[in-house]
């Protein structure tokens, strides 16, 4: 194995700082972006992929003695209080904040503030 084919250490911290700073700010969506390796990546390739996305009101924690005493018209208080803004999740991570609103029958959310990619680096920790 010569010292090329070695593996070499590198602390969370620098890798994090690494990964950081390979998170684009802006992404031109008519150009083809460019990765370390000198690869073209085509960002076109991924706007038909499906992902999941969901709004989270709280969350509690419960012994399951009280979840089975649960019935019809049992109140369950959550975490959050009423004037909080919402979590945006996207396939389980937080992407944005926002508020509930009424739009064409339907619920939907007004995003107040988005998670920087920066943000969600640190909370993989």
């Known amino acids: 194995m010569t010292d090329a084919d070695q593996p070499t250490e590198v602390s969370e911290e620098q890798a994090l700082e690494t990964a950081e700073a390979s998170v684009p700010q802006e992404l031109d969506e008519t150009q083809p972006s460019s990765d370390p390796g000198g690869e073209k990546i085509d960002i076109d390739l991924l706007m038909d992929v499906q992902v999941n996305l969901s ?3 709280g969350r509690i924690r419960m012994p399951i003695k009280d979840l089975m005493t649960l019935n019809h018209g049992s109140v369950v208080g959550l975490d959050r209080s009423v004037n909080e803004p919402l979590d945006l999740m996207v396939n389980g991570t937080l992407i944005a904040h926002g508020e509930v609103v009424e739009s064409q029958g ?9 998670v ?3 943000e969600r680096l640190k909370k993989l920790k």
């Open 55 to 57: 709004v989270e009101l």
């Open 106 to 114: 339907k619920f939907g959310l007004r995003l107040l503030d988005l």
């Open 116 to 118: 920087s990619p920066g």
